[in-house]
């Protein structure tokens, strides 16, 4: 008999913690939902600002001249794009790039990067390894001549 009360506690208490359990608040946050809103916004249009009217400043928020970028990202692109779902845009291809330029660059936290990017800093923790294993992925034969242990890139 006392078994069957304490199950029957321990199953009111887990009922009760679930039934308390906090609430998500938002699917996508609404200041990172204004990315999608206006893609003409933060890094789309910096990016494209800078490109054209301050090529040194351009320079120096990549890391690299925009002809450099536009191989790279032509390079990794095909690694890195995500298809657009029902339920939202995909981040851009140049988006992730930039992102990643941009930590590798600065060393800035994903935190700090996912203010400048309106994308999560979850989002962007699976980013940016993504897109330094593609970027491995396709420049190691032409620019890493050396033996180097190919199992942690896999």
Same mark, same amino acid.
């Given at each position: 008999?006392?078994?069957?009360?304490?199950?029957?506690l321990?199953?009111? @208490? @887990?009922? @009760?913690?679930?039934?308390?359990?906090?609430?998500?608040?938002?699917?996508?946050?609404?200041?990172?939902?204004?990315?999608?809103?206006s893609?003409?916004?933060?890094?789309?249009?910096?990016?494209k600002?800078?490109?054209?009217?301050?090529?040194?400043?351009?320079?120096?928020?990549?890391?690299?001249?925009?002809?450099?970028?536009?191989?790279?990202?032509?390079?990794?692109? =095909?690694?890195?794009?995500?298809?657009?779902?029902?339920f939202?845009?995909?981040?851009?291809?140049?988006?992730?790039?930039?992102?990643?330029?941009?930590?590798?660059?600065?060393?800035?936290?994903?935190?700090?990067?996912?203010?400048?990017?309106?994308?999560? =800093?979850s989002?962007?923790?699976?980013?940016?390894?993504?897109?330094?294993? @593609?970027?491995?992925?396709?420049?190691?034969?032409?620019?890493?001549?050396?033996?180097?242990?190919?199992?942690?890139?896999?």
């Open positions: 008999m006392d078994y069957e009360k304490t199950l029957l321990v199953i009111i @208490a @887990a009922s @009760a913690s679930l039934l308390m359990r906090k609430r998500r608040r938002w699917w996508v946050r609404p200041w990172i939902q204004e990315r999608e809103a893609s003409q916004r933060n890094s789309n249009l910096l990016h600002e800078l490109a054209v009217e301050d090529k040194e400043n351009y320079r120096n928020f990549i890391r690299m001249d925009e002809e450099i970028f536009n191989e790279l990202l032509q390079l990794v692109e =095909h690694d890195i794009e995500k298809n657009n779902t029902m939202r845009n995909s981040i851009s291809a140049r988006d992730r790039l930039s992102i990643t330029l941009r930590y590798l660059a600065t060393g800035e936290s994903y935190k700090s990067l996912s203010f400048s990017f309106r994308v999560g =800093h989002t962007i923790s699976r980013i940016v390894p993504e897109v330094c294993t @593609a970027i491995y992925k396709n420049l190691k034969t032409t620019y890493l001549k050396v033996g180097i242990n190919d199992s942690f890139y896999k």
